[in-house]
């Protein structure tokens, strides 16, 4: 059985992945509007990414028992600047998703939920993944210019994204 202190905060995470998924669909939409299709489409496998994050969330509160508290799910901005503005905040975002899984993880270990622990890793792990693309991209973007006709070439290679 799981800690209702333990709980709570894995509902509350299951929300902030789901608004991951939501804010990547907003960015998804955002590109789709610009005519950076690669971009667009790289978003929605994020957003994917995402809810299935989510979803391992739900499935290990309900193999141990928990109750799923489905929370509402905020709204994410709809417009950025550039290209460059968007990946900041992607950036920036998985920073904090970070720092919400150590948060996580230092709960598990005030909790002595080992069992938590060890699931958590899985998602420390992906956490490393995704502020390593995250930035790279960025960096492609600071490198080409945040340019409509330089950005060309890296929208093309986004969206190969599977």
Known sequence: MISKTIEEALNKQVNREYY?????????????????KGFSKWMRVQAREEQTHGDK?????????????????????????????V??????HEQKVTGMINALVDLAIKEKDHATFEMLQWF?????????????????????????????YLDHHLGKRE
């Open 87 to 92: 990946f900041e905040e992607v950036y920036a």
């Open 20 to 36: 991951s998924a939501y804010l990547y669909l907003a960015m998804s939409a955002h590109f789709e509007s610009v005519n950076l």
């Open 124 to 152: 420390v792990k992906e956490q490393v993944e995704e502020e390593s693309s995250a930035s790279d991209i960025l960096a492609q973007i600071m490198t080409v210019g945040d340019v409509p006709g330089h950005l060309f």
């Open 57 to 85: 969330f739900l499935e290990y509160l309900m193999a141990r028992g928990g109750k799923v508290a489905l929370l509402a799910i905020e709204a994410p901005k709809a417009k950025w600047a550039s290209a460059g503005k």
